[in-house]
Each structure stands twice: as C-alpha cells, then as structure tokens.
C-alpha cells in the first residue's frame, strides 16, 4: 500500500510591480506625509473595512479628500469639518 503525500506548498509570495526599487529617503517621507493625512480624515489605510447590513456607507467628503491627498495637496479645514458632520450625521441613522 503506498502512503499518500498529503503536504500543502505554500504559495510564493506576492510581489507588487516596481517593489523590488528601493525607496529613497524623500519617497519614505511623502509617503508619511500621506498617511498621517489620511489618518487625520479618519481613514485608516491600514485597515479593510466589511459591509454593514445596508451595504458599505462612504462619506463623500472623505473621498473627495482622499483624492487631494493622493495628488499630494492639503485637505482643506472646511472639508474636513464635512467629514466630521457628515459622520456624525451618518451615526445619528443608525
């Protein structure tokens, strides 16, 4: 009777395009400056967020931001006081 190989291999890892460059000191800051942006208008990059029994809610105002911060602008005062009511907002329907 022969014994049967029932060993799993491990994929290979995932290694996104143009990762193998190695990233100066300026990129490593601007890349920074973004996140502590994105943190500051309640997005955490860092996280995945599920869906909700109505189906994901985004607020509008934090795309719109997220869209500055991508192309490496300040996000306004004004907008972000939208954020923050729009959620507010958002809390008060549920």
Same mark, same amino acid.
């Given at each position: 009777? !022969? @014994?049967?190989?029932?060993?799993?291999?491990?994929?290979?890892?995932?290694?996104?395009? /143009?990762?193998?460059? +190695?990233?100066?000191? #300026?990129?490593?800051? @601007?890349?920074?400056? @973004?996140?502590?942006?994105?943190? &500051?208008? /309640?997005? &955490?990059?860092?996280?995945?967020? /599920?869906? $909700?029994?109505?189906?994901?809610? #985004?607020?509008?105002?934090?795309? &719109?931001?997220?869209?500055?911060?991508?192309?490496? +602008? $300040?996000?306004? #005062?004004?907008?972000? !006081?939208?954020?923050? #009511?729009? $959620? @507010?907002?958002?809390?008060?329907? &549920?």
């Amino acid at each position: 009777m !022969r @014994k049967q190989n029932n060993t799993v291999s491990k994929p290979q890892p995932f290694i996104a395009p /143009g990762s193998e460059k +190695k990233l100066t000191p #300026e990129e490593i800051n @601007k890349r920074k400056i @973004k996140f502590e942006r994105l943190e &500051k208008i /309640g997005e &955490k990059h860092t996280i995945i967020t /599920g869906y $909700d029994a109505e189906g994901e809610t #985004e607020n509008p105002y934090r795309i &719109k931001a997220m869209i500055l911060i991508n192309q490496d +602008k $300040d996000v306004p #005062e004004e907008l972000i !006081r939208q954020i923050e #009511e729009y $959620d @507010k907002q958002l809390l008060k329907t &549920k």
